[in-house]
């Protein structure tokens, strides 16, 4: 990483210190990055089932555009009802877990008591999750 990278990630450290500031990054980072993992999964299954947007928005009682939206759009925020609904017509679940236990550290303590012991190893962390692609697995 460049000049330029380490000035970013100083600053976001240093900005990370005010604990309102931290929660909220963590918790946009966290959907953003849970959103987009249960979306591409969504849309792999769409792709290995050889269903069109259409035709899944067709078996679900929707608008295509809902459906095409739901792939397509480069932010989205479905409701957690649409994505049961794809999920169940591609024979699949939502369901939760509980994050490793690395994750919890870095993570939820971070979240609970507005703080954290190295904000640059947090930002970076958070903002791995969220980078473009398809393979989004939480490193453990």
Do not use: C
């Not at 600053?11 to 500031?21: G, K, M, N, S, Y």
């Not at 290995?48 to 792939?71: D, N, Y």
């Not at 397509?72 to 925020?77: C, I, L, P």
């Amino acid at each position: 990483m460049g000049t330029d990278g380490s000035v970013f990630w100083d600053d976001l450290a240093r900005d990370l210190e005010d604990p309102e500031f931290l929660r909220q990054f963590i918790l946009e980072s966290t959907r953003i990055a849970t959103i987009d993992q249960i979306v591409n999964a969504l849309d792999d299954a769409r792709e290995a089932a050889g269903l069109s947007k259409a035709s899944l928005a067709r078996a679900i009682g929707h608008e295509p555009a809902v459906v095409r939206r739901l792939f397509t759009a480069g932010r989205v925020n479905p409701t957690l009802g649409t994505l049961a609904e794809v999920a169940a017509a591609l024979g699949l679940q939502i369901t939760v877990e509980p994050l490793p236990a690395a994750e919890r550290t870095k993570v939820t303590e971070a979240l609970l008591g507005g703080h954290s012991d190295d904000t640059r190893a947090l930002a970076e962390h958070l903002s791995a999750q969220r980078r473009p692609g398809r393979d989004r697995s939480i490193p453990a």
